[in-house]
């Protein structure tokens, strides 16, 4: 059965530095993803989205990588600053318009 | 900026208890979502709503659960009996496309099941 009350993975950077948050999905169908932070008691916050037609996306300060061969997606966060503290989730949509969320990914940024 | 409410922000109900959860979607979105969060684990899809259906449900959406658009501005998420289990956040979503494109989420109701 599934475990209760999951371990994230965490990364603390300094401020000013990048960070890399890395995410695995499942399904090789998938054919849209899309990055939220989700903060303390709020809801999941659009960040960036990628279809699988490619395999890089810019926005401001974020970056999307999606590498299909291994199902492997990234986000790059530059010049991160303490209100990008949060939980960062992936979310596949896989065929039949459902999105499945990643476990998260907890950053801490040190001023 | 146009975003998605939820009332109540944290419902406490008996065990076995009718709860109903409110959503107003984004005005102009057709596409409607509900998922759920236990705390600590991860947010999980229940079911999608358009022109008045379900679109997609998953195995967690059963008989307990309904949804309704009773009016032009209210998405509902209704648990007819609710099981200790069934405390969670969850989280009401709205879209102004069909299939994949970015979902504007709310803020989130805290059901709490005694």
């Known amino acids: 059965g599934e475990s209760v009350g999951l371990h994230l993975p965490t990364l603390s950077v300094q401020e000013g530095d990048n960070s890399i948050i890395n995410c695995a999905y499942s399904?090789?169908?998938?054919?849209?993803f899309i990055w939220y932070k989700q903060e303390s008691g709020k809801g999941p916050q659009f960040i960036i989205d990628i279809r699988s037609n490619m395999d890089k996306r810019q926005g401001q300060r974020v970056t999307v990588l999606l590498n299909k061969t291994v199902k492997h997606l990234s986000l790059q966060i530059a010049a991160t600053q303490p209100g990008d503290s949060a939980v960062y989730f992936c979310a596949e949509n896989k065929p039949g318009n459902q999105f499945y969320f990643g476990t998260g990914t907890s950053l801490t940024v040190i001023p | 900026e146009p975003e998605v409410t939820q009332t109540p922000s944290h419902q406490v109900t008996q065990m076995g208890q009718e709860v109903i959860l409110r959503c107003v979607p984004i005005?102009?979105?057709?596409?409607f979502y509900w998922y759920r969060q236990i705390l600590g684990q991860k947010v999980e899809f229940l079911v999608s709503?358009?022109?008045?259906?379900?679109?997609?449900k998953s195995e967690i959406f059963d008989d307990q659960f309904s949804v309704e658009r009773p009016d032009g501005s209210n998405f509902t998420l209704k648990i007819r009996s609710t099981k200790l289990e069934d405390s969670a956040m969850y989280f009401c979503?709205?879209?102004?496309?069909?299939?994949?494109?970015?979902?504007?989420f709310g803020p989130g109701t805290r059901l709490t099941v005694l």
């Open positions: 709503f358009y022109n008045n259906e379900i679109s997609e």
């Open positions: 005005s102009n979105h057709l596409y």
């Open positions: 979503a709205s879209s102004g496309a069909p299939g994949p494109h970015e979902q504007f």
């Open positions: 399904n090789s169908a998938s054919d849209y």
